[in-house]
T-cell receptor, first 111, second 115 residues
Framework: DAKTTQPPSMDCAEGRAANLPCNHS???????VYWYRQIHSQGPQYIIH???NNETNEMASLIITEDRKSSTLILPHATLRDTAVYYC????????????FGQGTTLQVKP | DTGVSQNPRHKITKRGQNVTFRCDPI?????LYWYRQTLGQGPEFLTY????????KSRLLSDRFSAERPKGSFSTLEIQRTEQGDSAMYLC?????????????FGSGTRLTVV
């Protein structure tokens, strides 16, 4: 599975959009981009995933660049409860073996 | 379904003692994973099962660690002769094989402190 690069930390004002970037320049054509988040003292939580089209669900939107070398997770109206570590992971679809976590981005939502 | 359940939530043990953790996955999930997480780091893969078969083990899983999933349902992770370096959060996750649109579901973890 390809490696990802994320900024170690970001701040966001409550109610504003949080845009979390991820670089995955070595991604292969059959690899999906997955996002998970981990709120303090809990297990990671699945947020969203995509291949090449932009995706949206009730939690977030995922924007993948045309060359697929980077992506952005968007939390449209961040709340204090969105304060967490966000992990970007790339892996082959249907390959339900291990997820490889990096150190992620710590998002601090401030009032 | 209440999700992935892990017990106990916290465990404090003396160095040299054995400990066992339990994970109950989502009932229809056939894959079960164990991860370890130390402070400030992302979760590190330890091992995973498909039904009762243990399909992969990380090099992190030393001889003192053993995991079982005897009937393809719940799983246990045992650490023998614990060391202070074993102090960490131990996470369990489950998934349904072959469904690319289905993410992993993690439990809340067992926090182990070795004193």
């Amino acid at each position: 599975d390809a490696k990802t690069t994320q900024p170690p930390s970001m701040d966001c004002a409550e109610g504003r959009a949080a845009n979390l970037p991820c670089n995955h320049s070595t991604i292969s054509g059959n690899e999906y981009v997955y996002w998970y988040r981990q709120i303090h003292s809990q297990g990671p939580q699945y947020i969203i995933h995509g291949l090449k089209n932009n995706e949206t669900n009730e939690m977030a939107s995922l924007i993948i660049t045309e060359d697929r070398k980077s992506s952005t997770l968007i939390l449209p109206h961040a709340t204090l409860r969105d304060t967490a570590v966000y992990y970007c992971i790339v892996r082959v679809a249907g390959n339900t073996g291990k997820l490889i976590f990096g150190q992620g981005t710590t998002l601090q939502v401030k009032p | 379904d209440t999700g992935v359940s892990q017990n106990p939530r916290h465990k404090i043990t003396k160095r040299g003692q054995n400990v066992t953790f339990r994970c109950d996955p989502i009932s229809e999930h056939n894959r079960l994973y164990w991860y370890r997480q130390t402070l400030g780091q992302g979760p590190e893969f330890l091992t995973y099962f498909q039904n009762e078969a243990q399909l992969e083990k990380s090099r992190l899983l030393s001889d003192r660690f053993s995991a079982e999933r005897p009937k393809g349902s719940f799983s246990t992770l045992e650490i023998q002769r614990t060391e202070q370096g074993d102090s960490a959060m131990y996470l369990c996750a489950s998934s349904l094989e072959g469904n690319p649109n289905y993410g992993y579901t993690f439990g809340s973890g067992t926090r182990l402190t070795v004193v």
